[in-house]
């Protein structure tokens, strides 16, 4: 008698394709597409750089695929239980470890006529004060934020509104420093990234909503009651990495070129954004520049921190000349910044508001990588250089240093953190 195969799904045969939702920035050539359904069955991606990547089960698979169905819920039972051991015991207590408050909230944005996420950090005290432990964000390549949830805001602190990453960058990339900052004693509004179409007018109207995005925020906390109340009036700045530096640079007055950001690519064509311009086959020909100069400056914010800020070569001398007088900059090593170089900065900035980290590199601004990253990243081929740090330095060393010359550069601009009435 013949033996019988064992049962397995047909994947093949009844697993449709992913419909897209929300971020519709992912190019058809995006990366890490395979990776994505190699590791995870039938999965989204939503933005098209694997550090970027946040999965979601599809909705739509056929009634009869049970199979699939278990498989996609063992894989999360076993996530779930494997997460804490191989990010070690510090996540073990979300409680215990967690330096601030965590909640989230969405904001209408006049400029895209929807809303726009934010996670609010701030300062808590004893765990008499409430709350649950809880994990915010994290991913298969990167670690949580341990966060109170619920707990409530204690005391007056200056407000930080803060953005980081690029035109394509995901959520919850910047926790780790929201936190880290509230900790130290701000309110901190970490503004997430909304989606645009991924083409050439979609590009430069996100020039300006970003740091729009970011007035919107202020003007969010500012009006909520139970937020307001933790913000010390008129104690306002902003800190922002890399393309978030950028944003920052306009509230304090910068002003890009709209003819000098069109010409870019051809200037460095290498750029990270120029290659995805590249493939995507983005071009901003013919089109109106002008709401990419637009005067976005917010005269709440009085006191900026830009890390790595991008673009500062197709800022106006004018615009450079008013963001530098209450801004400092960190640059990371000798990383190349895209559209932007030292000397950009060095001819505007007053003497010691220049710094430098040394050994950090862009990856250096992202979380913690989980214990198991960098071996699926090297198992699917890709670059395991996200989880590495150059000069043997490692990330939460360079994270620590990152979050004290924030603190102290706000502090030298006129905005200290307040850390009273925190027992």
Do not use: N
């Amino acid at each position: 008698m013949t033996a019988r195969r064992p049962w397995r799904p047909a994947l093949r045969r009844k697993l449709r394709p992913c419909r897209p939702r929300a971020r519709r920035a992912a190019p058809p050539d995006a990366p890490l597409t395979s990776w994505v359904l190699k590791k995870s069955g039938c999965f989204r991606e939503e933005a098209p750089d694997f550090f970027f990547v946040r999965l979601f089960p599809c909705p739509d698979w056929g009634d009869d695929m049970i199979g699939l169905r278990l498989i996609g819920f063992l894989r999360v039972v076993l996530a779930t239980l494997i997460l804490p051991a191989a990010t070690g015991s510090a996540l073990a207590d979300p409680k215990a470890t967690a330096v601030a408050g965590y909640r989230s909230m969405t904001v209408a944005s006049p400029v895209r006529g929807g809303g726009v996420m934010i996670g609010i950090w701030y300062p808590v005290g004893s765990d008499d004060d409430g709350g649950g432990g809880a994990l915010v964000g994290g991913s298969r390549v990167f670690e949580p934020t341990p966060a109170r949830m619920g707990a409530l805001p204690k005391g007056r602190h200056p407000l930080l509104v803060m953005a980081h990453g690029g035109l394509r960058a995901g959520r919850h990339i910047g926790d780790w420093l929201a936190a880290g900052l509230a900790g130290a004693g701000y309110v901190v509004a970490l503004v997430e990234p909304a989606g645009f179409e991924p083409d050439g007018a979609g590009v430069l109207k996100e020039l300006p909503a970003r740091p729009a995005d970011m007035s919107a925020a202020i003007s969010a906390l500012l009006g909520d009651a139970a937020l307001s109340s933790a913000i010390e009036p008129g104690r306002i700045g902003a800190v922002g990495l890399l393309r978030g530096g950028t944003s920052i640079m306009a509230l304090l007055g910068g002003r890009i070129s709209g003819e000098g950001y069109a010409s870019l690519c051809e200037r460095s064509p290498g750029d990270h954004d120029c290659r995805w311009f590249a493939r995507a086959g983005i071009s901003f020909s013919g089109l109106d520049l002008g709401p990419v100069g637009a005067d976005l400056r917010d005269a709440r914010v009085v006191a900026g921190v830009a890390v790595a800020p991008e673009l500062t070569s197709v800022m106006t001398p004018e615009g450079l000349t008013a963001a530098s007088r209450s801004m400092s900059v960190l640059l990371l090593g000798e990383a190349p910044i895209p559209g932007a170089t030292a000397d950009d900065l060095t001819r505007f900035l007053p003497p010691g508001r220049l710094r430098s980290i040394t050994g950090a590199t862009p990856f250096s601004l992202f979380p913690t990588c989980a214990a198991q990253a960098a071996a699926l990243l090297r198992e699917d081929g890709e670059d395991d250089s996200l989880c590495r740090e150059e000069a043997g330095r490692s990330r939460m060393a360079i994270h620590r240093e990152l979050t004290d010359l924030i603190v102290r550069a706000l502090s030298e601009t006129g905005l200290p953190p307040m850390m009273a009435d925190l027992r």
